[in-house]
């Protein structure tokens, strides 16, 4: 991606642990590159298709005097939150907040904290097989895009499945979702964890009967897991539920670990069930 850098923008503003540093102030240094596309607006030389830099300089002074932090970890972290929830080009921000009279009683130059933050192309399959299905699993990505931190993308059909994993119970609505979001995989799982909460979801039985289920399947192109998380989703080359609906949004996305795309996949497993005879 292209950049847009900004260095050196002095605000004189009340950050620190201190409870002088909240009344006396200091000058913060904060530097900022803006990860963005300027082809076209450098093509047709209009400000319109780009990231004005003024406006972003004026608004990271107006956000850094607005609050008091203790910390110059929270600034940083909170000033490139605002910088990719109200500037809509800018894919990835580094920020660097700098504070050269940080009260340590030792010689030095100036200390900072720096990160980078962006936003995070996911790709979710969400299902229900109880009540009304449809209502359910609508209400539940409304429920998503009220969110600040996602952006909703495309949405597959809705498929009717049978169930997976050998437990007996009714059929599912399937769909796929496609979403940019700043949480974490942890953040997103506990929010997809929420949502479920209010559609009614109970934890009774794995593989069993839900209100609502969402799962991540592909985050960016990373490999996570833990201990309650697992991405790319474990398994997903074998489940129709979810290459179907995938297949109709993101078929050439590929597997990070399996190599191939969505639409091989799904291949794959229509010559594998034709072969078997029996889906």
Aim: charged share 30%; hydrophobic share 35%; aromatic share 8%.
């Amino acid at each position: 991606m292209d950049e847009i850098r900004i260095e050196d923008l002095e605000i004189y503003a009340y950050h620190g642990v201190y409870p002088e540093e909240n009344k006396k102030g200091q000058s913060f240094y904060v530097n900022a590159v803006l990860y963005t596309d300027t082809h076209i607006a450098g093509l047709r030389d209009d400000l319109a298709l780009s990231t004005d830099y003024g406006e972003v300089c004026h608004f990271l002074t107006e956000w850094i005097q607005g609050h008091i932090f203790r910390l110059i970890e929270t600034a940083a972290e909170t000033s490139a939150r605002q910088i990719l929830l109200h500037f809509p080009l800018v894919r990835e921000v580094d920020v660097e907040i700098r504070k050269p009279s940080a009260p340590i009683g030792l010689p030095f130059s100036s200390v900072s904290v720096r990160i980078r933050r962006g936003w995070h192309r996911v790709y979710l399959s969400i299902g229900s097989n109880l009540g009304d299905r449809e209502d359910y699993i609508r209400s539940g990505i409304s429920n998503l895009g009220e969110r600040e931190e996602i952006r909703l993308g495309r949405l597959s059909d809705l498929i009717v499945t049978k169930p997976y994993g050998g437990v007996e119970q009714g059929d599912f609505l399937n769909c796929a979702l496609e979403l940019e979001t700043l949480f974490t995989p942890r953040e997103l799982l506990e929010e997809l964890h929420r949502v479920e909460t209010l559609a009614c979801r109970e934890r009774l039985v794995h593989w069993g009967p839900r209100t609502l289920d969402m799962d991540i399947l592909f985050y960016d192109g990373e490999i996570y897991q833990d201990e309650e998380l697992t991405i790319p989703h474990v398994d997903l080359q074998n489940r129709f539920f979810v290459l179907r609906p995938m297949a109709q949004i993101a078929p050439g996305l590929r597997h990070p670990i399996l190599g191939k795309t969505i639409g091989q996949l799904l291949e794959e497993l229509e010559s594998k069930t034709l072969k078997d005879g029996q889906e």
